[in-house]
């Protein structure tokens, strides 16, 4: 069974909303292993113990936001290349500049379509 998990990508996705957690895994949990938190700290100690392939952050968090926890992922060598996805309501033009300095490699906003995360996913995933 190891070996079948090793062989499927593993998307973690970080938001505090169990039904935004919900969602994340009913669009991607077909095609991926999906796993959630719902903190920052949470998501730091998943990302050491698994071998997670796609970072899916929520913004608007209590405690640390994904902002500063996308600039903590990337300020650690060995996550400099994981790709970070800002999955968040907020839209602004502002937003998404703070999302991409912060270190996102792709920013996609709530309500999401099922289709283009999935898409958005797999593309970050090409070598």
């Known amino acids: ?5 090793d062989s499927i990508p593993t998307i973690l996705a970080v938001d505090d909303s169990t039904v935004m957690q919900g969602l994340v895994k009913q669009a991607l949990g077909h095609e991926y292993r999906v796993l959630v938190a719902d903190n920052a700290v949470d998501a730091l100690s998943m990302i050491y113990h698994e071998r997670v ?9 209590p405690g640390i936001d994904g902002l500063e926890l996308c600039r903590t992922v ?12 800002m999955l968040t309501a907020r839209d602004g033009p ?11 490699t ?9 289709q ?5 996913v797999g593309q970050v995933l090409q070598p």
């Open 116 to 120: 283009e995360l999935s898409q958005v």
């Open 74 to 85: 990337r300020s650690i060598p060995q996550f400099q290349n994981l790709p970070i996805i």
């Open 106 to 114: 792709e920013y996609l906003t709530k309500p999401f379509d099922a």
């Open 94 to 104: 502002f937003d998404k500049v703070q999302g991409r300095l912060a270190g996102a």
């Open 53 to 61: 392939s796609v970072l899916l952050l929520d913004v608007a968090m």
């Open 1 to 5: 069974m190891s070996v079948l998990q």
